[in-house]
């Protein structure tokens, strides 16, 4: 069954920065097409006749997608229930109970929950129940523009994500607004991280004026947010370690729907018995 997500098939361009320059890039490219990745190196005077973007090189690739999230997420929610599955929310695990064949968890409400197995997809919160030195929160900040009047985006609108530090990545809505974000840094808490709103919003706007001069970038909304991050980028996924039973997978990074279907295959197999090869690259 289909979920009506607004899904649409997307190019990516992967643009030279402070991080990588075009020689690095032409070298990455490579490197994707000799494991089989659909990418293909565009060099100044490509890139700039046929996007109009002013860059040092960028790495172009296809077979890739964007989606309205908070759709897609609802969708999948209601998938769940009618196959049997139970929400309830707002709750909180409080505490953990283990048990020879079941895990016991208290919620803040009061309510328990007895289960054979529990899976803790937390996405970036790392529960006191998970022990790990190998997981960070990082503050982000995101603006999105007015509509685009017609005719101004770029050609394909291709998701675009800049090989900085501090970085800027950037897409269209299905209503002709531009996402774009960045400059993270460390978390501090959500009070300090916030307050920085309106400074990162500029910087993000002046990035992105710059970038693509032909555009629009005045932000309608602007917001902060936080998310996990590890030394290697990769995210931590599969069984805690002296916690029988429990799951737990944290630290999706920027690519949570990717990470998020491997999470899913790991824990699958796990369950089932059956040996995983990636899941060694992933473990706690």
């Not at 607004?177 to 960045?182: A, E, K, P, T």
Request: proline share 5%; with cysteine; charged share 25%.
């Amino acid at each position: 069954m289909e979920i009506a997500c607004r899904m649409r098939d997307r190019q990516t361009l992967y643009l030279a920065g402070n991080v990588l320059t075009g020689s690095k890039l032409r070298d990455e490219a490579e490197l994707r097409a000799s494991a089989g990745l659909p990418a293909h190196y565009l060099t100044v005077g490509e890139l700039a006749r046929q996007l109009g973007i002013d860059r040092d090189g960028a790495i172009f690739s296809t077979g890739n997608f964007v989606v309205d999230p908070v759709k897609l997420t609802k969708g999948l929610l209601l998938q769940a229930q009618a196959r049997g599955a139970q929400l309830f929310a707002p709750e909180e695990a409080s505490k953990f109970k283990f048990h020879k064949s079941s895990i016991e968890m208290t919620m803040r409400s009061g309510h328990r929950i007895e289960a054979g197995h529990v899976v803790l997809a937390t996405g970036y919160e790392l529960m006191d129940v998970v022990q790990t030195d190998r997981h960070d929160i990082i503050s982000t900040w995101a603006i999105a523009t007015k509509r685009q009047p017609k005719g101004r985006l770029w050609p394909g609108e291709a998701m675009i994500w800049e090989a900085s530090d501090p970085y800027l990545y950037l897409r269209t809505t299905h209503d002709g607004r531009i996402i774009c974000g960045g400059e993270d840094e460390d978390f501090q808490d959500e009070q300090s991280r916030d307050r920085l709103i309106a400074k990162k919003t500029q910087r993000i706007v002046d990035k992105l004026r710059k970038l693509l001069p032909d555009i629009d970038p005045t932000p309608e909304f602007a917001w902060a947010g936080s998310f996990g991050t590890t030394p290697t980028g990769l995210p931590l996924i599969g069984p805690v370690p002296r916690r029988p039973r429990l799951f737990s997978l944290m630290g999706y990074g920027g690519n949570g729907i990717t990470y998020a279907r491997i999470a899913a295959e790991v824990v699958r197999n796990k369950l089932a018995g059956r040996e995983d090869s990636d899941a060694d690259l992933f473990a706690l």
